[in-house]
């Protein structure tokens, strides 16, 4: 893999792992912001009822109602559910209430209570496991997210006062004289201030996924066109900054290596430069100090006439060779050792490298 590319890689993948985190992360918070908004919303339902519950009873305590021909009423109907004095039952009016935010709001309802009058109160499993914890008194709502059935489970409990043991209170105090309320029911000689049965509310966790789905689209579509941004910014940056300068260097660490190569060379050429002087007895001569000139960062010249052989590198070649030839053919030419133009091939050629 080219060096470009890994960066390019490296950029990409530290953007991925980051807004790989920030998705997670704002999971869990739309998450439980999402739980915390139902449960407000439950609560709120909840407390409503129960609003609406207190005042049926406070109307009942002022004898708003014309008790007698509301009993007559059901006692001609035979039919308690359907009648008006079921209206007035406190906690009625109150299910009513929250049923019917309930069915607005997509949550499923229950009131449920151990020995329940109405049969579809009777608890489920899980509805015990709340009844087990609210009925003990100490604790004011229940809220749970199940993640196994994905739900949202939230209750209040359902405190009785006063008002509520004409119906629900001692069987001596029966007005029918046999244990039984004014509509018929065993009266359970419940006392004020007990908790008997809840307000539940259950809701589908999917309502909150739907919502922690959509926040993470919406990321994703703004998030995504800025990491491709990103990684087209840096393949300029990239290129620009860090490819073209290394290419540079490259270039110039091969023009070096050549001219390092070319400096062997001249070395030998410089050796037969040297050969040919002596052999023209040009020791001596006015240009012989131009023959062999110390090269760059060399040793001082050998005695014996420019044969040391630790030399150095020659940085410039070319103009080295320049240098060098031109005496040298001068003066073979003017022992007499080279026939003109002969000579003037040898450079050339060198500088032409
Ligand atoms: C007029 C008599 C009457 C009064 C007063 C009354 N209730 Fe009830 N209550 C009933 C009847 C009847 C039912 C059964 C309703 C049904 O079958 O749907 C019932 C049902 C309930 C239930 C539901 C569980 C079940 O047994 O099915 C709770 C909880 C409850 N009452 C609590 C209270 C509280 C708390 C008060 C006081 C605020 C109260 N009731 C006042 C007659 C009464």
Redesign the pocket.
């Known amino acids: 893999m080219k060096i470009g590319t890994k960066i390019i890689f490296a950029a990409l993948a530290a953007v991925a792992v980051t807004v790989a985190v920030t998705l997670v992360v704002q999971k869990f918070v739309i998450e439980r912001q999402g739980i915390d908004l139902t449960v407000g919303t439950m609560r709120a339902a909840v407390l409503e009822a129960e609003n609406v519950?207190e005042s049926i009873?406070r109307l009942?305590q002022r004898g708003a109602f014309d008790r007698k021909k509301l009993f007559a009423e059901f006692q001609a109907s035979g039919d308690?559910?359907n009648s008006t004095?079921?209206e007035?039952?406190?906690?009625?009016a109150a299910w009513e209430a929250i049923a019917k935010v309930a069915q607005q709001e997509g949550f499923e309802f229950r009131?449920p209570?151990n020995?329940?009058?109405?049969p579809k109160?009777a608890p489920t499993p899980d509805e015990l496991e709340i009844l087990k914890v609210l009925e003990p008194g100490a604790h004011a709502e229940y809220v749970r997210v199940d993640r196994a059935s994905n739900r949202i489970i939230f209750a209040r409990p359902?405190?009785?006062?006063q008002?509520?043991l004409?119906?629900?209170g001692d069987p001596a105090t029966s007005p029918t004289h046999d244990g039984k309320?004014?509509?018929g029911?065993t009266m359970e000689n419940w006392k004020a201030g007990e908790v008997?049965?809840a307000f539940v509310l259950k809701a589908d966790l999917s309502r909150v996924d739907g919502v922690v789905l959509g926040g993470m689209l919406r990321s994703l579509a703004w998030v995504l066109p800025l990491t491709a941004g990103i990684g087209v910014g840096f393949y300029f940056f990239n290129r620009r900054m860090i490819v073209r300068p290394l290419h540079q260097s490259i270039a110039g660490l091969k023009t070096a290596s050549a001219s390092a190569e070319l400096n062997a060379q001249t070395e030998s050429l410089d050796r037969a430069v040297a050969a040919l002087v002596t052999l023209v007895g040009g020791a001596g001569g006015p240009h012989t100090t131009d023959v062999a000139p110390p090269p760059f960062g060399a040793k001082a010249p050998a005695a014996d006439g420019g044969q040391d052989t630790d030399r150095g590198p020659v940085p410039i070649a070319p103009t080295r060779l320049s240098a060098i030839s031109t005496p040298v053919r001068s003066s073979a030419w003017r022992a007499g050792a080279l026939p003109g133009g002969t000579t003037s091939k040898l450079p050339r050629q060198s500088a032409a490298r």
């Open positions: 519950r009873s009942g308690l559910r004095v079921y007035t039952i406190p906690v009625v009131v209570k020995h329940a009058r109405n109160n359902i405190k009785l006062t008002d509520c004409s119906c629900h309320d004014a509509v029911f008997h049965g």
